[in-house]
C-alpha cells in the first residue's frame, strides 16, 4: 500500500466513524450498563440500556457496506478488524442478554471494546496528522476518471522479472482494448501509485473505461461460480452412484 493510498484508507476510517457514530453508540451502551451496575432494577435505565443497543445496531449496521473487501483486508493488517467488523453490535447485545443478570459483566466487556476501538481511532487520527506534516496527501483524480489498483501476488511470478513485465504488458493491454472498444481508439492508462510490499498497481483511467473492466470481472466471476457448481454437482452425482447421460450432460 502507497503512502498516498495510506492517507485514503485513513481518511476513510476517519468520515466512517463520524458518519455512523459508531464509537458514541458504544460508549453509550457502556453508560447504560454502568447506571444498571449501580441501580438494576431501574426501569429507566433499562429502557435507556434498550435504546442505546437500538441505535448500535443502526449504526454498525452501515459498516457493511462501507468498505470493500480490500479495504477491510488492510485495515486487519493494520490492527483495526474489530473496530470495524459489522458484527460488533451483535457481540454486544449477546454479551448484555447473556449476562442480563450480571451487568457488570457486560459493562466490562464492553468497556474492554469501546476502550480498544478507541484506541485505535487515536492512532488512525495520528497517522494522517504525521503524514501531512510530511506533505503526503490523498491523491487526487480529476473528473470524468477513476482508479483502481491490480494486486499482482508474487507467487504468480515467483520474484521473477519477466513474468511480473508479462503481467503488467497484459493489464495494459487489457485496458488499451476496452478504451478501444469504447472510443475507436486505443489510449494510453496513467500509472498512479506502485506499491512493492505487496506488489500493487494503481492506474488512473476514464470512469467509464474502470466501469467496463467491473463489468468484465464480474461476468468472469459468475461463470467461475457456474462452473464451481456444477463440479459439485458433478462429485455428489458420482457419490450417488449415479453415471450415463445424466452426468456426461455435466462433462
Keep these: 500500500m502507497t503512502a498516498e493510498k495510506l492517507v485514503d484508507l485513513l481518511t476513510l476510517l476517519e468520515s466512517t466513524d463520524k458518519k455512523t457514530a459508531l464509537q458514541s453508540r458504544l460508549e453509550a451502551v457502556k453508560e447504560s450498563l454502568t447506571q444498571l451496575v449501580s441501580q438494576p432494577a431501574t426501569p429507566q ?10 441505535a448500535l445496531d443502526n449504526a454498525a449496521a452501515q459498516l457493511q457496506d462501507a468498505l470493500t473487501p480490500s479495504q477491510r483486508a488492510m485495515v486487519e493488517v493494520m490492527g ?13 447485545r449477546g454479551t448484555v442478554e447473556k449476562n442480563a443478570m450480571t451487568p457488570a459483566v457486560a459493562e466490562k466487556f464492553v468497556s474492554e471494546i469501546a476502550e480498544r476501538r478507541s484506541q485505535f481511532l487515536t492512532a488512525v487520527r495520528g497517522a494522517q496528522q504525521n503524514l501531512r506534516k510530511l506533505q503526503i496527501t490523498a491523491s487526487v483524480v480529476s473528473p470524468g476518471s477513476a482508479d483502481l489498483a491490480f494486486l499482482i501476488p508474487r507467487e504468480l511470478f515467483k520474484n521473477q522479472l519477466d513474468p511480473f513485465a508479462k503481467e503488467l504488458v497484459f493489464i495494459s493491454r487489457l485496458l488499451q482494448h476496452i478504451t478501444e472498444g469504447l472510443t475507436g481508439q486505443a489510449e494510453d492508462v496513467q500509472l498512479e501509485d506502485l506499491s512493492s510490499s505487496i506488489p500493487t498497481i494503481a492506474l488512473i483511467a476514464k470512469a ?15 461463470a467461475w461460480e457456474k462452473v464451481q457448481k456444477i463440479r459439485k454437482m458433478r462429485a455428489d452425482m458420482k457419490d450417488m452412484g449415479i453415471e450415463g447421460a445424466p452426468l456426461d450432460v455435466l462433462e
Excluded at 214 to 220: G, Q, T
Design 208 to 222: 467509464k473505461v474502470i466501469s467496463t473492466l467491473a463489468d468484465i470481472v464480474n461476468k468472469f466471476l459468475q
Design 45 to 54: 435505565y433499562q429502557s435507556k440500556l434498550a435504546d442505546a443497543l437500538a
Design 80 to 92: 483495526g478488524a474489530e473496530a470495524f467488523d459489522p458484527s460488533i453490535a451483535q457481540r454486544v
